[in-house]
């Protein structure tokens, strides 16, 4: 009975939630004081609830709740000063205004402080000058340096002056919790010399060695059990629950190292691009702050970037990440040089000027070269735009393909269209599609769909922050209340009644957060980093999250055979994304997607092992997320997301050549009925070859064993895909 009222509007569900509050029969009403008139609110069209007051009025809810302990539980994790926030917003209704201009930035999530190792605020000499055990939440204890073995002792610098902070059997965990192991050392580096110390040890004790930053990919690429883990981020002591004092933002790290230094190579020219040495211990955050900063003939940008800012160059380089937009590559494919320590120790450079050859292997290595220490990137001159983004009927957004009928799409998102609505519908998404920015994303279950598409332009005038100061704050304020509403008991017994209650407030309030710009008028100007990261506080918010990109193909023909400016077969895009959605509603008893439907185009890759290469026309990036306490029910639901989108064939009638995102989950699934890494063995079968061969001329070349470097730098997954029977 009541899964069936997920084929309802959302407005219906939210009132049938707020029926069973107001029943005097069940004490639920008590328990969640306030949320039945919130939701009533949120349906009246006669009623305005700002989207500040709103996130304010659900915290309320569990705050005043008697029984139900969840926002004091969840207050628990965040430091005094963040908590002082939160009571401040919710409890004392101080707005979002003043708070934001005390607020600094969104801090480390709370699961990266439950991850990262914890170091002391002198991390020079964190050893001599602390004999008090620390600890981290993890693990709760920190072995103190005399405890360490003595050959584990290493340092930052040639004088031995800076030791390089270690741990011993420092449990790992990845942010997405899919990956768990025990290394049996794990360092903080923070300077290449240090780095080059630690292979070094690594190599006189056979041990392998990897690197990690946020540790926000989902598929085993990190360290093992016993082996070591060079960890390019260390939080303070200050950071570690509950001692944590420090205002959110970037001082939570050890700053003005050289693994998170940014320079300029060379002068920047107007109007011409520019290169920019970057230490892979950077993040998102710390570039995005130092773009905005530079100003005349250095104002500089990257084209394209991952929306996240919690995430590092190190992290995202690795396994070829990506932005949007048909005519933007990867951003392995901005890497001009890459320096990295390779098995011997030694620091090694390789760059498209000398080296053109080797960098389609190496600017998308996996960390199988070695550990990377700086990659230099290709920037542009700054540019702008003024963001427009609209909340869209789902069938006007993306147009159901040819083939699905009406009747077949679920009642509440159906409406009527004329032939010329229909056809205008198509036209609009097929020319948004081929923007500069192509980012479309579905709430569960809601009736219409954020279309985030837009064009740059280098013209300035009337930028400005984006997202403000008092947003940020309320981006952040809103992951504490999903925390809250993952975490409740009492909005548990709610979720028991009603499978997809959870999935509709969060749905509704996610798409409720999102700007919806009508006229054209109140255009968001703003600089292009800031419109690339346009969501600040996504990291605070576990999820699983499974992405393949599929090749866009050709009307007429084969790929193979496609030109890049041939036209564009839309319809297997629409068809994908309407696969997911049906999908969503197939799975009605349990809901297991709560987090968006996303959906970005992009462009080919140049990348050796990029999913992306040979997509002459680009490429459609789509992937599925729910939160991460969904873990039993996500697994079979993402799988048979991914079965409809395997099936997609071309217009030959050949399974199109789609893989996954290498950093997102994938190692356990299957591609009709194979694992998924034997069909990728096969996908990538000449580019595996091609990578191994560059590999092993880039170690002749550079006086360093192949072999030797896979049992240095590999790992189980990258046994199997790139040296298993080779």
Aim: glycine content about 6%.
């Amino acid at each position: 009975m009541s899964t069936d009222l997920v084929f309802e509007k959302s407005g219906s569900r939210l009132l049938t939630l707020s029926a069973k509050l107001h029943d005097h029969h069940d004490k639920l009403g008590k328990e969640l004081p306030g949320l039945a008139q919130l939701l009533e609110d949120i349906v009246d069209p006669d009623t305005d609830v700002p989207r500040e007051d709103s996130v304010r009025r659900l915290l309320r809810v569990f705050w005043e709740s008697e029984t139900d302990g969840t926002y004091s539980s969840i207050l628990g994790h965040y430091s005094t000063k963040e908590k002082d926030f939160i009571r401040a917003f919710v409890e004392d209704k101080k707005p979002a205004t003043d708070l934001g201009h005390e607020f600094d930035d969104v801090g480390v999530s709370l699961g990266s402080r439950e991850e990262l190792p914890v170091l002391d605020e002198d991390s020079s000499d964190s050893h001599t000058h602390h004999s008090e055990a620390l600890f981290s939440t993890i693990s709760k204890t920190f072995k103190s340096f005399e405890e360490h073995i003595e050959h584990a002792t290493l340092y930052n610098d040639e004088t031995k002056k800076a030791k390089i902070a270690v741990y011993v059997d420092e449990k790992f965990q990845n942010w997405g919790l899919t990956v768990k192991n025990t290394p049996s050392l794990t360092f903080v580096p923070s300077t290449s010399h240090g780095i080059q110390q630690i292979v070094k040890y690594a190599k006189t004790r056979g041990l392998k060695v990897r690197a990690s930053g946020y540790r926000h990919s989902w598929s085993p690429m990190f360290s093992e059990d016993g082996q070591i883990v060079i960890s390019t981020l260390g939080l303070y002591r200050s950071t570690v629950l509950p001692n944590l004092e420090s205002l959110p933002g970037s001082q939570f790290f050890v700053r003005g190292t050289e693994l998170n230094s940014i320079d300029f190579v060379g002068v920047p020219q107007k109007g011409q691009k520019r290169l920019v040495r970057i230490g892979t211990a950077v993040t998102n955050q710390m570039f995005r702050r130092w773009c905005n900063k530079q100003k005349l003939d250095a104002a500089s940008t990257l084209p394209l970037n991952v929306i996240m800012v919690e995430i590092t160059f190190g992290g995202s380089n690795a396994p070829i990440c990506h932005g949007a937009g048909r005519k933007h590559p990867t951003l392995s494919d901005l890497v001009h040089t890459i320096e990295y320590v390779d098995v011997n120790g030694n620091m090694q450079t390789i760059s498209k000027d000398k080296d053109p050859s080797f960098m389609a292997v190496a600017s998308g290595c996996f960390g199988l070269l070695g550990i990377v220490t700086h990659i230099t990137l290709e920037l542009d001159p700054m540019t702008y735009t003024a963001m427009v983004p609209r909340k869209i009927p789902v069938m006007q957004a993306i147009p159901p393909p040819p083939g699905l009928a009406d009747e077949d799409i679920p009642e509440p998102l159906r409406i009527k269209m004329s032939p010329q609505q229909r056809a205008e519908a198509q036209a609009n998404f097929e020319n948004q599609a081929q923007w500069f920015y192509s980012e479309w994303f579905w709430f569960p279950y809601t009736t219409k769909v954020w279309v985030n598409c837009w064009n740059n332009t280098e013209d300035g005038q009337g930028a400005e922050e984006y997202p403000s100061k008092a947003e940020v704050f309320v981006q952040w304020a809103e992951t504490v209340a999903i925390q809250v509403i993952q975490e409740s008991e009492a909005f548990f017994k709610l979720q028991n009644l009603f499978p997809w209650a959870q999935a509709t407030l969060l749905s509704k309030l996610g798409l409720y957060a999102m700007p919806d710009i009508t006229d054209p008028k109140n255009a968001i100007k703003t600089n292009l980093p800031d419109a690339l990261h346009f969501r600040r506080a996504i990291q605070n918010v576990r999820v699983r999250d499974m992405e393949l990109e599929i090749p866009l193909q050709p009307k007429v023909g084969s790929l193979k055979d496609a030109g890049p400016d041939d036209p564009i077969d839309w319809s297997l895009v629409q068809k994908a994304w309407w696969d997911a959605i049906l999908a969503a509603y197939k799975h009605k008893d349990t809901c297991p997607q709560r987090m968006p439907l996303e959906m970005r185009i992009t462009g080919s890759s140049n990348v050796t092992m990029a999913p992306f290469r040979g997509h002459i026309l680009g490429t459609c990036s789509i992937e599925v997320l729910t939160l991460q306490n969904m873990e039993a029910k996500w697994s079979p639901y993402a799988q048979y997301v991914l079965d409809q989108w395997m099936e997609l064939k071309d217009n030959q009638g050949q399974y199109l050549e789609t893989r996954p995102h290498w950093a997102k989950e994938w190692s356990t699934m299957t591609v009709r009925g194979r694992p998924m890494i034997e069909y990728l063995k096969e996908s990538y079968r000449d580019a595996i070859v091609e990578f191994r061969n560059t590999l092993g001329q880039i170690a002749k070349a550079q006086g360093w064993d192949l072999e030797e470097a896979r049992h240095r730098f590999s790992n189980e997954l990258f046994d199997k895909i790139f040296f298993a029977g080779k």
